[in-house]
Nanobody, 126 residues
Framework: RVQLAEFGGGSVQSGGSLRLNCVAS????????MAWFRQAPGQERERVVL???????????YGDSSDEGRFVATRDNARNTLSLEMNNLIPEDTATYYC????????????????WGQGTQVTVSS
């Protein structure tokens, strides 16, 4: 049974940084996709970053080109973790952030992810 747990949310002022960590227990397939999604109140869940493993390489896809310069995702298959370093945060980044995983390739749609964490809140004030 796969379980995902997120850590590291919190409240920061605009321009600040936060690091989110996701630990996957029971995930034995190192080629499984791990991802971060986020959902703000009244909005649909949107992808932040998708990371899949191809042999010794990680393929990282950021959901928004502006995030790629501010967010850095790091996956460690030996520890079954996926971290997300978020810098220069803005109020629009306020959301609940969810770690997700699925067997095989990464997919854009959150509906195609089989395993989810409980979410961690990120609040950015102006």
């Amino acid at each position: 049974r796969v379980q995902l747990a997120e850590f590291g949310g919190g409240s920061v002022q605009s321009g600040g940084s936060l690091r989110l960590n996701c630990v996957a227990s029971g995930l034995t397939d190192s080629s499984a996709c791990m991802a971060w999604f986020r959902q703000a109140p009244g909005q649909e869940r949107e992808r932040v970053v998708l990371v899949e493993t191809d042999g010794n390489f990680h393929k990282t896809q950021y959901g928004d080109s502006s995030d790629e310069g501010r967010f850095v995702a790091t996956r460690d298959n030996a520890r079954n973790t996926l971290s997300l370093e978020m810098n220069n945060l803005i109020p629009e980044d306020t959301a609940t952030y969810y770690c997700a995983a699925r067997p095989g390739y990464c997919m854009w749609s959150p509906e195609l992810y089989q395993w989810w964490g409980q979410g961690t809140q990120v609040t950015v004030s102006s």
